[in-house]
């Protein structure tokens, strides 16, 4: 038997931090294609990258933001301080809260209801039991996103500072390689959020309970 949750669904701390990434994402990903849109080949002195197959295709104009490349320069490293920040907060807070047990994947506890979660969206098996505020599948999703962010920070500041901070842009194997893992994080992170706005239009009573925090559980 598992305890009846006593907590309301989405605390104050997890919708702030949650609406804020809404603007934060979208100006760094606009500044950051302009940015691409400045210099559009991947590869050392604007030689092509083997591992990259839209070699100087450009962004259209208005998924870009900043207009030129100082401009989009300053919108993203100004605006990635605030992204890392709003992401610490939101870390922080779970784990001082104990929000981390309800939201993080635990491989032991979530791994065979993720996969059974994936098999009924598959429609494979019927719906698994859900036990808690969130399916394995979802802390699956949750989590990754939290690391997908992570990385995108670490691989900013590796471009931001390349000789300062020559150790973080070697683990991503050099400038032109971080470009293009920062880059590969914003493709993940936009399918993440494709695949969320999916997943809320599935389940749309978690879109209000985001906005209001829900009600608590009754005992």
């Known amino acids: 038997m598992h305890p009846p949750e006593q907590r309301r669904p989405q605390p104050w701390p997890i919708r702030l931090t949650h609406w804020a990434n809404v603007p934060l994402l ?3 990903a606009a500044s950051g294609l302009q940015i691409l849109a400045a210099y559009p080949r991947m590869g050392p002195r604007g030689q092509p990258y083997a591992l990259y197959p839209f ?6 104009s208005w998924l870009r933001l900043g207009d030129w490349l100082a401009g989009a320069r300053h919108w993203h490293f100004a605006f990635g301080w605030f992204l890392a920040l709003n992401g610490v907060v939101y870390v922080l807070y779970l784990a001082f809260s104990g929000e981390w047990r309800r939201r993080l994947f635990l491989p032991r506890r979530d791994t065979q209801n993720a996969v059974a979660t994936l098999a009924y969206y598959l429609r494979i098996r019927p719906a698994p039991e859900q036990v808690g505020l969130y399916n394995g599948l979802q802390r699956l999703a949750y989590t990754s996103a939290l690391g997908l962010g992570a990385l ?4 900013g500041l590796a471009l931001h500072k390349p000789v300062q901070l020559r150790w973080l842009t070697s683990l991503f194997g ?3 390689p971080a470009r293009a893992v920062h880059l590969l994080l914003l493709a993940l992170l936009a399918l993440f959020t494709v695949g969320h706005v999916l997943l ?3 389940h749309p009573r978690t879109f209000g309970e985001m906005v209001t925090g829900g009600r608590r559980p009754r005992v």
């Open 26 to 28: 979208a100006i760094l």
């Open 174 to 176: 050099g400038y032109d």
């Open 152 to 155: 995108s920070v670490l691989s």
């Open 200 to 202: 809320v239009a599935l």
């Open 55 to 60: 070699q100087g295709a450009v962004p259209p």
